[in-house]
C-alpha cells in the first residue's frame, strides 16, 4: 500500500480498526460464495476456501458453483430475488445488466481497508467500474488469441500464419498437402464474430459497439467487408462449413474428434480458456500461440482485451468487512494465488504475478500470451454490450444464415447494418 | 373384420408396436453397453454388457449423486398430488352436489382454464413467487395444486360424479350426515377409480415437468431429475452417453412402474374425460 | 343437486375460487399489463415502465418472431392431422378381440406417458445426432446419412416426430369412442350390402366426431405449448427452425430478461390459441354430430 496518509484514509482506518478489534474473537460469521467453473476450478476454490477458514477461524465460506450454461439466470434470479450470495463471480458485460448506475454491487472503493486496490492497473479497474463505482474486481484478463496445433502444422509442413495474408493461405495448403478433412482454424459463430470485429477494428481503432449513440462504429463498406471475411474463410478452406460443424452435434469445440485428431488445427480463442482446448489433444499434439495477424497500419489489434471474469460484493450484504477480505485474500494472498496457479490465465493482480513469478510458475503459453497482447496495439475498450445476450445472438445468427447461404455476403452486410443497431436501440437503456 | 384379414392386421400392428418400441428398448441396451459399443451398433442388447453406464452416470459430474435429484423429484410430484387429489375432490363435489347460483359460469370458467395455453400465466407467477420469496424453492411447483389450478382433473371427476346416481347419498344424508362425512364414506369409495386416475395422471405430468423446475428452481442441490439430466448433456466433459442413457433409464422407472402396476386406471381416466363429455 | 345449502357449496368451491383469482385471473391481467411496459427481469419492479403498443408493434418488425410464428404454425399443422390419423388408424385396428391386448396398449400408449419427459428428450436427442440410432437404423437399409439436428427442415422433422410418437393418449381416447359405437347398427348396415369404407365414412366417422373433435382440441392447444422437445433436442435451432414460439417466450424472458416483449408474446399465442378454440367451437355445430340431438350431420 502506499504510504498516503491522508485525512480521510486516516479516518477511515480509525472505525476499521475498531471493528478489527471486535473481530478477534467475535460472533460467527457465514458468507457465501458463488462461482462457475470446471471440477479442477471447484476443487482450487473449494481448497482455497478452507485455506481462508483457516486464517480467519470466525469466518465460514460457503461455496455455491455450478456450470456455465445457465449461471446467468441462475444470479439474475437471485439478485432480483435479493437471495444473492455475499461474493459472487461475475461476468464482466453483466455488470452493465445489474449495476448501470455503479449502485447494483458493494462500491469497493470504500473497502480499500480490505482489499488493496493498488495491484489493479488502471485499465483493469476502469472496465469493472460503473458510474465511478468500482464494483468489482478482474480475475484475470483475458483477450482472443490465436492458438495453432503445431504438430498438425508440422506434418503440414507450414509455419504458424503470421499475418491476414498468410492465414488466408494456409487454407489450400492445408488442402492441398493434407486432404479435404484438414482445416488450419476451427470457429464456432461467436468466434467467427470476434475474428471478423478483429478485422474492421484493426483499421477504424474505435469499439465495435458505440455505446453512447446506440449504434455501430462502422460503415455499411465495413460491414459488407465484416461478412465478407467469414466468406473468404470459409471459400478459402481456412474454416470448415458450419454444416459440416453441426454434422457432430452440439458438441463442445474441445471435445469435437476433428480437433482432439488435429484435423482441425487452430482456434481463436480466450488466453483464460486455451487450457481446455490443449487438455483433449491426442497425445503427441501441442498447441503453440501464433504471432497476431495484423493489418497493415493496424490502430488496434482488436483483441477484445476484458476482465475473464470478476468478482463482486453483493450490494445488500450483511458483511461486506468479511466479504472484503475474502475478495482480498483470493487475488492477493499468497495461498489462494498458489492453489489457482494459471487456471484462469495470468492473475490481474501484480501482487499474485509476482507470487507466481516467484516460484518460477509463469511460463508457457500464459506466458507468451501476457507478452503478447503487451506488446500489440492495444487501446480499444470494447462495450460490454457486445456481449449482450441478445447482441451476441444476432450477431450469430446473421453469420449462421449466412453460412447456410440462406443470405449472401450483401445481404448479411445490410442485415448487420439494420438488425444490430435495431438491437442495441432495445438492450441499450440509459 | 373378416377372419383372413387377422393375420395382416397383427403384422401392421406388432410391427408398428416394435417401432414405437424401439427407441425404450435402445435406450435400456445402450444404458448397458460400455460407451465405444453405442456407436458401432443398432444391436439392442450389448455385446459386452457392463453396468459402469450406471456406476458413473449415478455419480454424474456434479458433487451429487443422483439420489439426490431423484429424491428433489419427489419433495415435488408427491405433495403435488396429494393436494392435487385434495383440491379437486372437493370442487367437483362442490360443483355436482350443490346448487350455487352461477356454478355454470364457474364450470365455464374451469373449462376455460384447461383451455388456457399456459405460457400467459408463466411470466406473471414467477414474478409473484420471486415477490413471496419463494424462488428456489418447491413451493411455486406444488402450493398452486392445493387451489385445484388443474382444471381437467376437476372437469374428469365432475364428470364421473354426474354419472353417479345420489341415492346412497340422500340416504346418508337423511341419517344425518353432513356433506363432509357424505363425500369421505360414501362418495370417495364410489369415485375411488376416478380419484385414482387423477392421482396416476397428475404423477406423470409432475414427473415429466420441466419448465416449472427450470424457472423455479436455481440451486443444484434442489434440482429435480429432469434439471439433472438436462445438465449431464450440458457438461464440459466428452459425451458419455452410455451413462447418460442410464440415468435417463432411472429418471423413467417410477413412471414405468406406476404404468404397468395401473394400466387400467390410466386408460379408464383418459376416458372418462372425452368421451362422457 | 342434493344439497339446497349452497353455502357449504361455496365452501367446497373456495379452494378452486381463490385458486381462480390468485393463480389465473391475477397473473393473466398483469400478463397484459406488463406486455404493455419495458420492464426488464433484474429490475424490481417499482421500475416497470408504461409504453402502450410498442412490443406489439416490435413483434410486427422482428424478423425472429415471424420465423417463430411460421414454424410453430407448421409444427401445429402437420403433427396435429397426422397425430389423429395415426391414433385413429392403430385405434380402429386394435378395435378387435385381440389377443395380446396387453402388449400393443404398451407399446402404444407408454411412449405418450413418458415422451413429454425430458429423459424421453434427451435420448432422441441421441437417437438423432449424427452416428446415432436413426442413423444407423437408415445406414441398415442403405442410405446415407442424415444430418438431422445440423440441418434446419431434418431438425424440424425429428422434433415432429417426438410428437407423433405420443399418439397413444389420443389412440385410447379413441378406443373407448369406437367401443361406443353401437354394433347392432354396424350389423345393419353390412346386411344392407354396405362396404369397408362406407361403413367408416357413413357411420363410423360420423359417430366419431364428439370424439375427434375433443381430440382435435386438445391437440392443438397442447402443440402450440410444446417446449421440452426443441428446448433440449434442437435448441430452437439451427437457424431457428425449431425456435417454437413457448421457446421464443422462455428465452425473451428468462435469456434477454425483456419480460415485457414476452409478455407480449405470450399474449398473441393466448389470442391465437383463443381464436382457433373459438372458431373450432363454432364450427362443431357443422361438422360434430351428437346422438343425443336428432340433427344430421352436413
Redesign the interface.
Same mark, same amino acid.
Given at each position: 500500500m502506499s504510504s498516503r496518509v491522508s485525512r480521510r484514509w486516516f479516518l477511515g482506518a480509525l472505525p476499521a480498526t475498531v471493528l478489527a478489534r471486535r473481530a478477534i474473537g467475535q460472533a460467527p460469521v457465514e458468507l457465501r460464495m458463488s462461482w462457475w467453473g470446471g471440477n479442477d476450478v471447484h476443487g482450487a476454490l473449494l481448497a482455497t476456501l478452507r485455506k481462508f477458514e483457516a486464517r480467519y477461524p470466525h469466518i465460514r465460506v460457503k461455496g455455491e458453483y455450478t456450470g456455465w450454461v445457465g449461471h446467468l439466470e441462475r444470479l439474475t434470479t437471485q439478485i432480483a430475488g435479493r437471495t444473492a450470495p455475499d461474493l459472487m463471480q461475475v461476468n464482466w458485460n453483466w455488470l452493465v445488466l445489474f449495476s448501470r448506475d455503479g449502485r447494483g454491487f458493494q462500491d469497493l472503493g470504500t473497502l480499500t481497508d480490505r482489499v488493496d486496490l493498488g495491484q489493479f492497473d488502471d485499465d483493469a479497474l476502469a472496465t469493472c467500474t460503473m458510474a465511478g463505482r468500482v464494483n468489482a474486481l478482474p480475475v484475470a484478463m483475458t483477450a482472443r488469441l490465436f492458438y495453432f496445433n503445431a504438430s498438425t502444422f508440422a506434418r503440414a509442413r507450414l509455419t504458424l500464419p503470421r499475418s491476414w495474408d498468410e492465414l488466408f493461405a494456409a487454407g489450400p495448403e492445408f488442402r492441398r498437402r493434407l486432404g479435404d478433412g484438414f482445416f488450419p482454424l476451427d470457429l464456432i459463430f461467436p468466434d467467427a464474430v470476434a475474428l471478423c470485429r478483429a478485422w474492421i477494428v484493426q483499421r477504424s481503432g474505435l469499439p465495435l459497439i458505440d455505446e453512447r449513440n446506440r449504434r455501430l462504429n462502422a460503415s455499411a463498406a465495413d460491414l459488407h467487408e465484416f461478412a465478407e471475411v467469414y466468406h473468404r474463410l470459409v471459400q478459402s478452406h481456412v474454416i470448415p462449413t458450419a454444416r459440416e460443424r453441426a454434422s457432430y452435434g452440439n458438441v463442445q469445440q474441445q471435445e469435437m474428434r476433428p480437433w482432439i485428431d488435429g484435423r482441425y488445427a487452430g482456434t481463436y480463442m480466450w488466453t483464460s480458456a486455451v487450457g481446455k482446448s490443449a487438455d483433449t489433444l491426442s497425445a503427441g499434439q501441442q498447441v503453440a500461440l501464433a504471432p497476431y495477424p495484423l493489418r497493415p497500419e493496424a490502430k488496434d489489434a482488436g483483441l477484445l482485451y476484458r476482465p475473464a471474469m470478476t468478482f463482486a460484493i453483493n450490494a445488500r450484504t450483511a458483511h461486506p468487512d468479511e466479504s472484503a477480505r475474502l475478495l482480498d485474500f483470493l487475488l492477493n494472498d499468497p495461498d489462494a494465488v498458489l492453489a489457482m496457479g494459471l487456471r484462469r490465465g495470468l492473475p490481474a493482480s501484480r501482487k499474485a504475478v509476482g507470487i507466481l513469478r516467484e516460484r518460477g510458475l509463469v511460463r508457457g503459453l500464459a506466458l507468451e500470451a501476457a507478452e503478447q497482447i503487451a506488446a500489440l496495439p492495444n487501446c480499444v475498450r470494447e462495450s460490454p454490450y457486445y456481449e449482450h445476450a441478445r447482441v451476441r445472438d444476432g450477431f450469430n445468427d446473421i453469420l449462421e444464415l449466412l453460412a447456410y447461404g440462406r443470405i449472401d455476403v450483401a445481404e448479411a452486410g445490410r442485415r448487420l447494418g439494420e438488425d444490430i443497431p435495431a438491437i442495441l436501440e432495445r438492450s441499450i437503456r440509459t | 373384420?373378416s377372419g383372413t384379414r387377422?393375420p395382416l %392386421?397383427?403384422l401392421?400392428?406388432i410391427g408398428?408396436?416394435?417401432v414405437?418400441?424401439?427407441?425404450?428398448l435402445?435406450?435400456l441396451g445402450g444404458a448397458f453397453k460400455p460407451n465405444a459399443e453405442i456407436?458401432q451398433?443398432?444391436g439392442l442388447f450389448p455385446a459386452h454388457p457392463t453396468l459402469e453406464g450406471f456406476t458413473r452416470g449415478w455419480r454424474t459430474?456434479t458433487?451429487f449423486s443422483f439420489a439426490t435429484y431423484l429424491a428433489n423429484t419427489f419433495r415435488i410430484v408427491i405433495p403435488k398430488v396429494i393436494l392435487t387429489v385434495v383440491?379437486s375432490v372437493?370442487?367437483a363435489?362442490?360443483?355436482? %352436489?350443490?346448487?350455487?347460483?352461477g356454478?355454470r359460469v364457474?364450470f365455464a370458467?374451469?373449462i376455460a382454464?384447461v383451455?388456457?395455453?399456459?405460457?400467459?400465466?408463466?411470466?406473471?407467477?414467477?414474478?409473484?413467487f420471486?415477490?413471496f420469496?419463494w424462488?428456489?424453492t418447491f413451493l411455486p411447483l406444488y402450493v398452486?395444486s392445493?387451489?385445484?389450478?388443474d382444471g381437467f382433473f376437476?372437469f374428469m371427476l365432475v364428470q364421473f360424479l354426474r354419472s353417479v346416481p345420489?341415492e346412497m347419498?340422500?340416504a346418508a344424508?337423511m341419517d344425518g350426515c353432513?356433506?363432509f362425512q357424505v363425500l369421505v364414506h360414501v362418495v370417495l369409495p364410489v369415485i375411488l377409480p376416478a380419484v385414482i386416475s387423477v392421482a396416476l395422471f397428475q404423477f406423470?405430468?409432475t414427473?415429466?415437468d420441466?419448465?416449472g423446475p427450470l424457472?423455479y428452481v436455481?440451486?443444484?442441490e434442489h434440482y429435480p431429475?429432469?434439471?439433472a439430466?438436462?445438465?449431464s448433456?450440458?457438461?464440459?466433459?466428452?459425451?458419455a452417453?452410455n451413462e447418460?442413457?442410464a440415468?435417463?433409464?432411472i429418471?423413467?422407472l417410477p413412471?414405468?412402474l406406476v404404468?404397468?402396476l395401473a394400466?387400467k386406471y390410466?386408460?379408464e381416466g383418459?376416458?372418462a374425460g372425452?368421451?362422457k363429455? | 343437486m342434493i344439497y339446497a345449502n349452497a353455502r357449504s357449496g361455496w365452501l367446497y368451491l373456495a379452494p378452486f375460487l381463490v385458486g381462480l383469482a390468485v393463480f389465473t385471473a391475477f397473473p393473466f391481467v398483469a400478463s397484459l399489463l406488463l406486455s404493455f411496459s419495458d420492464y426488464r427481469l433484474q429490475d424490481s419492479l417499482e421500475d416497470a415502465r408504461y409504453i402502450g403498443l410498442a412490443h406489439y408493434v416490435a413483434m410486427a418488425g422482428d424478423r425472429t418472431f415471424h420465423k417463430s410464428l411460421g414454424v410453430t404454425f407448421l409444427y401445429v399443422f402437420v403433427t396435429v392431422p397426422l397425430k389423429l390419423a395415426t391414433a385413429l388408424g392403430i385405434a380402429m385396428l386394435l378395435n378387435f378381440r385381440l389377443r395380446g391386448i396387453g402388449f400393443f396398449r404398451t407399446a402404444f400408449y407408454l411412449p405418450s406417458i413418458l415422451g413429454g419427459s425430458v429423459a424421453i428428450a434427451v435420448v432422441w436427442r441421441y437417437a438423432f445426432a449424427g452416428d446415432g440410432l436413426v442413423n444407423q437404423a437408415i445406414g441398415w437399409f442403405g442410405a446415407g446419412p442424415v444430418n438431422w439436428l445440423g440441418e434446419p427442415g431434418y431438425a424440424m422433422a425429428s422434433v415432429m416426430l417426438l410428437r407423433l410418437w405420443q399418439f397413444g393418449s389420443a389412440m385410447v381416447i379413441f378406443l373407448a369412442g369406437l367401443k361406443g359405437i353401437p354394433q347392432d347398427l354396424c350389423e345393419a348396415a353390412r346386411l344392407d350390402g354396405a362396404g369397408h369404407w362406407q361403413l367408416l365414412r357413413r357411420i363410423t366417422l360420423p359417430l366419431l366426431t364428439p370424439v375427434i373433435f375433443f381430440n382435435f382440441v386438445m391437440q392443438v392447444i397442447q402443440a402450440f405449448q410444446e417446449f421440452n422437445g426443441p428446448y433440449i433436442i434442437t435448441a430452437g435451432g439451427p437457424l431457428k427452425s425449431t425456435y417454437l414460439l413457448p421457446l421464443m417466450i422462455y428465452e425473451e424472458a428468462f435469456k434477454y430478461f425483456d419480460v415485457g416483449y414476452a409478455s407480449a408474446l405470450s399474449w398473441l399465442l393466448f389470442l391465437i390459441v383463443g381464436i382457433f378454440s373459438a372458431l373450432a367451437f363454432r364450427s362443431s355445430k357443422y361438422w360434430v354430430f351428437y346422438s343425443a340431438e336428432r340433427e344430421t350431420p352436413r
Open positions: - | 373384420m387377422a %392386421r397383427y401392421i400392428l408398428a408396436g416394435f414405437m418400441l424401439y427407441p425404450l435402445w435406450m456407436f451398433s443398432i459430474g458433487e383440491s372437493l370442487v363435489y362442490g360443483f355436482t %352436489r350443490f346448487n350455487v347460483r356454478s364457474l370458467l374451469l382454464t383451455l388456457l395455453p399456459k405460457s400467459v400465466l408463466l411470466i406473471p407467477q414467477y414474478l409473484m420471486r415477490e420469496g424462488l428456489d398452486p392445493a387451489f385445484a389450478t376437476v345420489p347419498e340422500e344424508v353432513n356433506s406423470m405430468w414427473m415429466n420441466f419448465l424457472i436455481s440451486s443444484v431429475a429432469a434439471l439430466l438436462k445438465l448433456i450440458d457438461v464440459t466433459e466428452s459425451t452417453w447418460i442413457l440415468m435417463s433409464t429418471a423413467l413412471s414405468v404404468f404397468f394400466q390410466f386408460v383418459a376416458t372425452s368421451v363429455g | -
